[in-house]
């Protein structure tokens, strides 16, 4: 029987790339097929040799479609089948293979604000909310906004079949938090991009519009991250390695920051939570540094890091290909 496919793929809108989808019936006979896309409308070729190729790489159950419907996540290609420079995915594929032997995971928290008419969901009609305080992991309408779109996203994402282990309402009103992985890095990022458009697609239900800005508001508000937490299988059995990851990223700042999300330098200020995106520290418990060490993982001396600089806009598939790079080279 006839189902349809959501064929998805990340755009070459710069400084931050976009989503974009469309559909394929399929007649029910054979595999997803490779199929194309005009680039010269996402900013990846000119009009004049518009043709790109999408290549179906990760595909899960469509939970809003429902049925035998798929969402397909594609890697972009040029028509000469080599991958286009706004792929991503195939910059990471390599770098994932020379280090699997070192069993990398990750678990990254993704934070994201709703907008409704123009501002953050919650916030008064010209004017601002009550001071941050009470909204993080809130209850009652005076202090959580959006939930039922939350609520649904969530439902969606587990009967789509995505690892995600959790969800919480951040510090701001309208926004939140939910969490993927912990996974390897081409699994965590290919859900954490599902989950994304997931969120954008269900809040379309709601008339409300969710934005990975990093810094949605200025002033005194925490802005938007993506918290990485990473390990590796030796980090997972003893402390020496946290320590030595830890170190090991302070010797890449500037190349990590850079490509962890644009703007990064509103959001890593030194305040509301956050290291300057210039200073590199790490530390246990600390909030304050570029490098947490749970708490936890002092305690049973092993676990995992959490790099808190990410922004809430990176693209997981060059994050996750960094702190891999970087940590297992200096592991191996
Ligand atoms: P926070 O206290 O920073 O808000 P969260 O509970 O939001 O922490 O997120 C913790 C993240 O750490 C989760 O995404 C989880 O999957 C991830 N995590 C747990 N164990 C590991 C591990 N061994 N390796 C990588 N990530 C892990
Ligand atoms: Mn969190
Ligand atoms: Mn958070
Ligand atoms: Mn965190």
Redesign the pocket.
């Known amino acids: 029987m006839a189902y349809k496919a959501e064929y998805i793929w990340i755009d070459g809108t710069e400084p931050t790339a976009r989503l974009r989808s469309k559909t394929k019936i399929m007649d029910g006979k054979g595999d997803l097929p490779i199929w194309g896309f005009d680039g010269s409308s996402t900013n990846q070729a000119p009009g004049k040799n518009s043709d790109c190729v999408l290549k179906p790489v990760f595909n899960c159950p469509d939970p809003v479609r429902g049925g035998a419907d798929v969402l397909v996540m594609c890697e972009v290609l040029l028509t000469d089948m080599t991958p286009h420079p706004t792929n991503t995915r195939a910059q990471l594929r390599p770098v994932a293979e020379k280090f699997a032997n070192q069993a990398p995971l990750f678990g990254i928290?993704q934070e994201y604000t709703f907008f409704e008419d123009g501002r953050p969901h919650g916030f008064p009609v010209g004017g601002f909310p009550a001071p941050q305080g009470f909204y993080y992991c809130g209850v009652g309408a005076d202090e959580v906004f959006g939930r039922p779109v939350v609520e649904r996203h969530l439902d969606l994402c587990l009967q789509a079949g995505l690892s995600l282990s959790g969800i919480?309402a951040e510090v701001m009103p309208g926004q939140w938090?939910f969490?993927v992985g912990p996974l390897s890095p081409l699994e965590v990022s290919d859900q954490l991009w599902m989950a994304r458009w997931l969120l954008y697609r269900v809040a379309e239900d709601f008339g409300i519009s969710a934005t990975l800005d990093p810094k949605p508001v200025q002033g005194d508000w925490n802005g938007a991250g993506a918290?990485t937490n990473f390990s590796t299988k030796a980090m997972r059995e003893s402390y020496p390695p946290i320590v030595a990851a830890c170190e090991a990223l302070g010797t890449n700042v500037e190349e990590h920051v850079k490509h962890y999300g644009a703007d990064i330098e509103m959001r890593l200020t030194g305040s509301h939570e956050t290291a300057p995106y210039n200073e590199y520290s790490y530390g246990v418990s600390d909030r304050g540094a570029s490098v947490r060490i749970p708490w936890q993982v002092e305690v049973d001396q092993k676990g995992y890091i959490e790099d808190r600089r990410p922004n809430a806009n990176m693209d997981p598939y060059v994050v996750t290909r960094l702190i891999t790079n970087t940590v297992c080279s200096a592991l191996s």
């Open positions: 928290e919480n938090e969490q918290h």
